[in-house]
């Protein structure tokens, strides 16, 4: 009986333990003049660099090519071969054009000798019968003659032709950029595709559930390197809501009290920005794309209303007033009072005049662990990894976990707490 009454009391001892070290957890502290962009960071959209303009090169099905210079993913200059027609074949067509040429020529020169003859026979015949042959064959010769010179004058469009083919054999590209298609079995319209280089634009891709982010054409949008801490501006030009793409996403819900894995379809659009400058980039960058936030802050301190409490109001000078819970120096929390002034509905942050300073550490006031006293440990925005392995700064007191028997983690008094329970 005494045994029992012992281990419940141990019990009750190490469970108030386990509550009262949990407010020795360290509360997470923010630089204040950080806040203000987290406060007005917005959705992110993923892009890519494109070309603007994009030039198509067709080819003549009648012609054979010889040679092809180029393939899928190679850079081109303005001027540098993409393929050749075979000559051969167009120079034995020019060859026997101009043959029929020489032909059709000798023709009408007999054909005009024959006309004068019969013209002067027929002047020189009184008899009524011959004159009617005579102008019989005149007029056939005249209408061969009419055929003829109509031939000539194709075929010598035809030979033209041929003569401006031969002299571009080989089929240039009219810009720099890169090779985006071949179509070396004709199954399409165009047979080279090329984007040009330099004129580049970023295209982006919003999902529907993000419509009411505020994004539309004529939006300012900031766009950042995947890579480094380049970034760009630009306008949105145009949202493409008549092109949709399907999204599927595998979602985790409960169905008659058992978890259950459930597929979503979602819509997502094109969406195109106009950059103001192109330096660095690379056409296929993949880059990030923001809204940018137009905002009445400009200078000084400004601070998220989340992270203020206990608004007041001086009844006088109606001078509006806050709490914050900012570090004091010595690794503790401290209630502390701001004087507030603007305030900046579209981002929800209210302009500091005095308390804190922009290297002051703020805490969220909503954290449960949040009140004076408590111990802090600093993050900066880059410690965010959500892996919750940052290490405390110097002078942050945190709670040491050791691993019992069983495998769970606990903390140092529950553990002596439960040696205790065993020793009795």
């Known amino acids: 009986m005494k045994k029992g009454i012992c281990v419940l009391l141990t019990l009750v001892l190490v469970m108030s333990l386990a509550a009262c070290s949990g407010g020795n957890t360290a509360v997470t502290v923010q630089r204040a003049d950080r806040l203000m962009s987290a406060g007005v960071a917005g959705e992110r959209y993923a892009g890519v660099v494109v070309s603007n ?3 198509e090169i067709n080819r003549d099905s009648s012609k ?3 040679e092809l210079y180029v393939g899928v993913g190679d850079t081109v200059s303005a001027g540098d071969k993409l393929f050749s027609y075979d000559s051969d074949e167009l120079e034995l067509s020019l060859e026997k054009a101009q043959l029929e040429v020489e032909k059709m020529t000798n023709e009408q020169t007999d054909y005009t000798a024959q006309l004068e003859k019969l013209e002067k026979k027929l002047n020189n015949t009184w008899n009524e019968s011959d004159k009617v042959r005579l102008t019989l064959e005149i007029n056939t010769l005249k209408t061969t003659l009419m055929e003829t010179e109509y031939n000539l004058k194709a075929k010598d469009k035809e030979i033209a032709t041929l003569t401006e083919m031969l002299s571009n054999i080989d089929i240039l590209s009219p810009v720099d950029g890169t090779v985006r298609k071949v179509d070396e079995e004709g199954q399409s319209g165009s047979f080279i595709t090329v984007q040009q280089s330099g004129a580049y634009r970023v295209q982006g891709m919003l999902n529907e559930m993000s419509m009411g982010s505020g994004l539309m054409s004529g939006s300012r949008v900031q766009i950042f390197s995947r890579v480094n801490d380049d970034t760009w501006t630009g306008t949105v030009t145009s949202v493409n809501t008549s092109e949709v793409m399907q999204d599927s996403n ?7 009290g058992a978890i259950a894995e459930t597929m979503t379809t979602t819509s997502s659009y094109v969406f195109d920005v106009e950059l103001d400058s192109v330096d660095g ?3 296929g960058q993949h880059v990030y794309i923001e809204l940018m936030q137009e905002t009445a802050m400009t200078e000084g301190l ?5 992270f203020l409490v206990n608004f007041e109001t001086d009844e006088e000078t109606f001078e509006l007033s806050a709490t914050v819970f900012a570090e004091n120096g010595s690794g503790k929390l401290e209630e502390r009072s701001v004087a507030l002034g603007m305030y900046d509905g579209m981002t929800g942050c209210y302009e500091i005049l ?5 290297e002051d550490y703020i805490a969220d006031p909503f954290d449960p ?4 006293g408590a111990s802090v440990m600093r993050r900066e925005p880059e410690d965010f990894t959500g892996t919750g392995t940052e290490m405390p700064a110097e002078g942050d007191t945190v709670q040491e976990d050791v691993v019992v028997e069983d495998g769970t983690a606990q903390d140092e008094m529950a553990v002596d707490a439960a040696e205790i329970v065993t020793e009795e």
């Open 53 to 55: 303009n994009v030039v």
């Open 64 to 66: 054979r090519i010889e």
């Open 250 to 256: 595998m979602n985790m819900g409960f169905v008659g």
């Open 281 to 283: 980039l690379l056409l």
């Open 302 to 306: 400004w601070i998220p209303e989340n």
């Open 354 to 358: 005095s308390g804190v300073s922009a």
């Open 369 to 372: 662990g949040c009140v004076a």
